[in-house]
Nanobody, 112 residues
């Protein structure tokens, strides 16, 4: 599975962004998918995950602001990010949790 992430950019605090991650390969549908982020000088952390059946889980810091979803017909997982804060700044990576593949990362910068 190859993953291609996009949708990052520069946004003011309180704004929104939608990240997309398109997967190649026929086994996308069996993979739980996740979004991680890595802020400068910090370790990579799990932001949100979604099972193959659509169950979701979020880090406490983003719960209520971020929504993960998937479109199996399009082999795509999304991360809708609302009410962004400067502390959400970082490189966001998508991950296929069974096969262990990572996307290349997309940079999100939230200005105060």
């Amino acid at each position: 599975v190859q993953l291609q992430a996009s949708g990052g950019g520069l946004v003011q605090a309180g704004g929104s962004l939608r990240l997309s991650c398109v997967a190649s390969g026929s086994i996308f549908r069996i993979n739980p998918m996740a979004w991680y982020r890595q802020a400068p000088g910090k370790q990579r952390e799990l932001v949100a995950q979604i099972s193959s059946g659509g169950s979701t889980n979020y880090a406490g810091s983003v719960k209520g602001r971020f929504t993960i979803s998937r479109d199996d017909a399009e082999n795509t997982v999304y991360l809708q990010m609302n009410s962004l804060k400067p502390e959400d700044t970082g490189v966001y990576y998508c991950n296929a949790m069974i096969t262990g593949n990572w996307g290349q990362g997309t940079l999100v910068t939230v200005s105060s």
